[in-house]
């Protein structure tokens, strides 16, 4: 198993520029998420999504969106990057039982800098 | 939201000894999960805990989930060269419409020296 895989590692944009930073999971988890990191900020959740076809915002979400049309793919996109949005990257997935959370894994990250 | 403080921000050892951290909230949390961030890479998994009171250990790692759910703290004893990274704690919560949602604290950056 690969478990998260995100692509690319790093990418630099020009601002106004759009992309999308790609996350896939061979793990069959409903739950995948993207964080961003920041120095002295740790993880903030930007959007999330419980199943494929649902997806909800979390703490930090303007500026991204996000669409879950699979299990295993979970997209973020940046429309018209901005220089507020670099930062690394990190897409998560996990399986629920009951009311909580298991097997939540990382990828190993996205370098994204804005010019 | 639900909030975590995680401390201390950071601490500096000598190899051998022992380093304790916390994370505390003033919410109920489902699951207390402890991480491991080295250099340039995503973070990696130490100790999950499911059960208020679960006390778990992993190697040198100890970690316990509050009794009262709202805290949970992560031992490492005899600390080597190869534990300096940043730690994380994170909790998940129920939301109104039933899904789960995890919340991390800011991080401990640990330095070992040798």
């Known amino acids: 198993n690969a478990g998260v895989t995100q692509t690319p590692k790093f990418q630099v944009l020009k601002t106004g520029q759009s992309m999308t930073l790609q996350c896939a999971q061979d793990?069959?988890?409903?739950?995948m998420s993207w964080y961003r990191q920041d120095p002295g900020m740790g993880l903030r959740l930007i959007h999330y999504s419980v199943g494929a076809g649902i997806t909800d915002q979390g703490e930090v979400p303007n500026g991204y969106n996000v669409s879950r049309s699979t299990t295993e793919d979970f997209p973020l996109r940046l429309l018209s990057a901005a220089p507020s949005q670099t930062s690394v990257y990190f897409c998560?997935?996990?399986?629920?039982?009951?009311?909580?959370?298991?097997?939540?894994?990382f990828g190993s990250g996205t370098r994204l800098t804005v010019v | 939201g639900q909030q975590l403080n995680q401390s201390p921000q950071s601490m500096f050892i000598q190899e051998g000894e022992d380093v304790s951290m916390n994370c505390t909230s003033s919410s109920i949390f489902n699951t207390w999960l402890w991480y491991k961030q080295d250099p340039g890479e995503g973070p990696v998994l130490l100790i999950a805990l499911y059960k208020a009171g679960e006390l778990t250990s992993n190697g040198r790692l100890t970690a316990q989930f509050g009794i009262t759910r709202k805290d949970s703290f992560l031992n490492i004893s005899a600390s080597i060269p190869s534990d300096v990274g940043i730690y994380f704690c994170?909790?998940?919560?129920?939301?109104?419409?039933?899904?789960?949602?995890?919340?991390f604290g800011k991080g401990m950056k640990l330095t070992v020296n040798p």
């Open positions: 793990m069959n988890h409903e739950y």
């Open positions: 998560a997935s996990s399986y629920s039982v009951g009311e909580q959370l298991w097997g939540y894994t």
């Open positions: 994170a909790g998940s919560y129920t939301l109104q419409g039933g899904s789960e949602k995890l919340v």
